[in-house]
């Protein structure tokens, strides 16, 4: 059951909306369930003689009062609508069921507080079969405006205990971090323009992406501009610095003019203060420069990756959502750094673990700097590392399952469903990336003798682990890795207790799969002292500064029609 709660200020446009045929005549028998007083509540769906505007005048009638004892305008903003809708599946309620429903949200709410005859005046009516529309105004008989501090939080908590009580679907409660939905309006505009999202949630994935991406605030704008989109910064009018910033989707417009989204309603992360905390305003030609060897941008990331583990498990809850902060940056860099058909679901995790990057903890930035300059780094790499980003995609699907975890520990429910939902698509990602890849090691397995002196190795440094390694089907494509490592110069019973020790395998599922993949993000050591050798003969040459980056996301041109 989801209520959603907003404020407006015209009581009989909100009337003619609810009684009328809809946006698209869906609008089936709209008539008032419950009411503030329901002999004293004319009711244009069912009486013919009562008109749009007699209602309009009782429900305004404490405002009225107030307006005329004071002298002055009506309040700004005294219309509060709440619509409370059941989960697709659920029963349909009885018009008594929903005025329960009602009765005891405008309670929780402060809007009509159970007993309190001075409280506002409110009506719900119900136009449909799964929903309802809550409508009050906010000037209470004694002329006193109604506590509503927190009442979307009120409305929800409240829903949960319906929905036990009803026996309806049980959802997710939230916390107050949750980005705004996209209004009905701005999803009919989108499907009148044939776009699969309305501009909101567009624009929502655009910044979330170029600010995984960029190192400045100053180049968040320069390429959030690249794409297209417009932006318009908030100038403090005492300081003259910015203060915040608007952004609007190309060709978005009402009227001619474009739709403006200011940064903090398209996401709580994405305001201007937030933004600052991770990406401090410095010049942008201070590019990250080409690295001598390009696989040590996927080494770095993997390691990042792997030590956001421990962080998890540290104790430190700012610190750990510090890391999945900085995690949500990888996976969208990691999706623009990959080549392949798993790219979409890289960027599906992406999109989804958006949602689990914050809650009401307060995230420790600084903690996680190792792991969002390493992801930042992903998003100027050029090389295609082959089984290196395979890897990389196998850890990031292990810690957004411990994401998972660590927010269901912590009864974030939205964020812990919002990371189980980004490991089910880097699941399936690395299922299509991994496994062509995995049968070609196992096609180019070494001869008996040699797999037969491995297993030795193995026995000797995993005694405790080694029969069900050698259990798994991946054992042949593991023997290949470890050949490949041993003329990289790695001995290989050295290297096998190595990786078995940089994390627990008594939960692995199949553990020849997680050591192959662990080895595989090991360094080449002989290419590593072949390149000491070169940069100790060789004269420095400066490196070309690299462009900025551009999301994988969709272009401006690509969005204008995608049915």
Not at 166 to 181: H, I, M, Q, V, Y
Request: proline share 7%; glycine share 6%; aromatic share 6%.
């Amino acid at each position: 059951m989801v209520p959603d709660v907003s404020t407006g200020s015209s009581t009989l446009g909100l009337i003619n909306y609810l009684f009328g045929k809809g946006r698209r005549d869906e609008h089936t028998d709209p008539h008032i369930v419950a009411a503030w007083d329901m002999a004293g509540a004319p009711d244009p769906g069912r009486d013919p003689e009562a008109t749009y505007t007699r209602l309009a005048r009782r429900l305004d009638h404490h405002v009225d009062l107030r307006t005329r004892e004071l002298g002055e305008k009506k309040p700004p903003q005294h219309v509060w609508h709440c619509p409370v809708r059941t989960a697709p599946g659920d029963r349909y309620l009885t018009d008594a069921e929903w005025a329960e429903v009602a009765h005891r949200v405008v309670a929780a709410t402060g809007i009509a507080p159970e007993g309190d005859e001075q409280a506002c005046r409110w009506i719900a009516v119900r136009h449909a079969d799964d929903h309802i529309h809550i409508m009050a105004t906010t000037v209470r008989a004694d002329g006193r405006r109604p506590r509503t501090n927190r009442d979307g939080w009120r409305a929800q908590r409240e829903c949960r205990k319906i929905e036990a009580e009803f026996g309806l679907r049980r959802l997710k409660s939230g916390d107050l971090t949750a980005p705004r939905t996209p209004t009905g309006a701005e999803r009919a505009k989108a499907e009148r323009q044939g776009l699969e999202e309305p501009a909101r949630e567009w624009l929502r994935e655009q910044a979330y992406a170029v600010a995984a991406a960029v190192r400045s605030i100053d180049e968040y704008f320069t390429v959030l501009r690249s794409l297209g989109i417009q932006v318009r910064p908030r100038i403090g009018p005492e300081t003259g610095e910015v203060t915040g910033y608007s952004l609007a989707a190309p060709g978005d417009t009402t009227g001619g003019k474009p739709v403006w989204y200011g940064g903090s309603k398209l996401a709580p992360d994405l305001s201007y203060d937030r933004l600052c905390e991770r990406l401090p305003a410095q010049d942008l030609a201070d590019r990250p420069q080409q690295v001598a060897d390009p696989t040590e941008t996927w080494h770095r990331a993997e390691t990042a990756i792997h030590r956001a583990h421990a962080f998890l498990d540290s104790g430190d809850d700012a610190v750990a959502q510090g890391h999945l902060d900085a995690f949500g940056d990888t996976l969208h860099n990691l999706a623009l750094a990959t080549h392949g058909s798993h790219q979409a679901e890289l960027q599906a995790a992406a999109r989804a673990f958006n949602r689990a990057r914050r809650s009401a903890i307060r995230a420790d930035h600084q903690a996680a700097t190792a792991l969002r300059e390493a992801a930042k780094e992903l998003a100027y790499a050029t090389h295609d590392p082959g089984g290196l980003a395979i890897a990389l995609v196998f850890a990031a699907l292990h810690l957004a399952r411990a994401a998972a975890k660590w927010h269901e520990q912590r009864g974030h429910e939205q964020q812990a469903a919002a990371a189980d939902e980004a490991f089910r698509h880097l699941q399936a990602g690395y299922q299509q990336a991994a496994q062509p890849v995995l049968a070609d090691l196992a096609r180019r397995a070494p001869l008996a003798t040699t797999a037969s002196r491995f297993e030795q190795d193995l026995r000797a440094a995993l005694p405790d682990h080694a029969d069900r390694v050698l259990a798994d089907p991946t054992w042949p494509a593991l023997t290949t890795t470890l050949a490949r490592a041993e003329t990289a110069g790695h001995n290989p019973r050295r290297l096998l207790a190595e990786v078995a020790a940089q994390r627990e395998l008594d939960t692995a599922d199949r553990l020849a799969e997680v050591l192959n993949w662990r080895i595989t993000v090991q360094p080449n050591r002989r290419a590593q002292a072949a390149r000491r050798r070169s940069i100790r003969t060789t004269t420095p040459v400066t490196p070309t500064p690299q462009p900025a980056p551009t999301p994988v996301s969709e272009r401006p041109a690509e969005r204008s029609r995608r049915r």
